[in-house]
């Protein structure tokens, strides 16, 4: 037997002819199988709900049941004359399914114009994404960029100082069309850094492994180092060992914003080169003043 059709409609009692058109129609539409293939709940459902509206919509058959001469189903509740019954019935089979056609046409007739004014609404365009290579300095540096898209559009990116891979850049306005008058979707790039032969990325710092030879080492002076700026000019200090680090200040990352620059460390790592004669023959007679074991202190039980 089916459930109260008042309840499956959620509709008071009382409800008016309208209001029990207007819970049809959006329960309709909600569990309609063609808008929920593969869902056995959702068309019993539907059938329930045109079950209840059949009843319903049909004043002469709601009122009957109401009086409780007729059950959720349009079952007799009570025997009744023949042809009575006979005209009853058919007269309300023929109400429910005159009303249940003009819903089913009023229900399609909503859809297919939700749909139309859905179609035919403003809408923003999709975001395209896009990957750019970036060289090491350039990201460092900052620079400005030239990305060709498919459909032959070329795009400036702008890089600012201190991008890193997977960094993703967006740019306003630059990607699918939109639609009746929407806006245009974005461009999202994202950055594909390379590495880089001498400089290492530390944050905002940059590290870089500098070779000098034993003279330099011993006796200091001046070199010339390669930074992201171009080749500078620095002094080394007398005395340094392989492994010293040097630091230069505003040499590493580019400023950005209020970023302030990072700074460039140099590791020294002393090159003996070639084997020279005077070398070999000076190292060989000479005997430092106060001699000191690199190796003192190593133990290998600690």
Do not use: C
């Amino acid at each position: 037997m089916a459930d109260d059709p008042y309840k499956t409609l959620g509709v008071a009692r009382g409800a008016s002819a309208d209001a029990i058109k207007k819970a049809y129609r959006k329960l309709a539409r909600q569990h309609h199988p063609d808008l929920n293939p593969g869902k056995p709940e959702a068309e019993a459902k539907f059938k329930a709900v045109s079950t209840a509206h059949d009843l319903l919509s049909d004043p002469e058959r709601r009122a009957r049941f109401d009086r409780g001469e007729i059950d959720a189903d349009g079952q007799e509740q009570a025997p009744a004359g023949g042809y009575r019954r006979q005209a009853e019935e058919a007269q309300g089979a023929r109400y429910g399914q005159a009303g249940n056609s003009g819903a089913f046409e009023d229900m399609f007739a909503d859809i297919f114009e939700s749909r139309r004014r859905a179609d035919s609404a403003p809408r923003r365009g999709q975001d395209e994404s896009y990957r750019l290579n970036v060289p090491f300095l350039d990201a460092v540096q900052g620079d400005t960029k030239q990305l060709t898209l498919p459909d032959g559009r070329v795009l400036s990116v702008k890089i600012p100082p201190g991008v890193v891979i997977g960094q993703v850049l967006r740019l306003r306005g630059q990607g699918g069309a939109g639609r009746n008058g929407a806006p245009a979707g974005d461009a999202l790039i994202e950055l594909d850094v390379a590495d880089h032969k001498l400089f290492q990325r530390d944050g905002n710092d940059l590290r870089m492994e500098l070779p000098v030879t034993l003279k330099e080492a011993v006796l200091g002076g001046p070199v010339v180092v390669p930074t992201p700026t171009g080749p500078l000019r620095v002094t080394l200090p007398a005395a340094s060992d392989s492994g010293r680090t040097i630091r230069l200040r505003g040499k590493g990352v580019a400023a950005h914003g209020t970023r302030v620059a990072g700074d460039l460390f140099l590791t020294l790592r002393v090159v003996i080169g070639k084997p020279d004669a005077a070398l070999e023959a000076f190292l060989r007679d000479w005997a430092p003043e106060d001699p000191e074991d690199p190796r003192a202190g190593m133990e290998a039980s600690e």
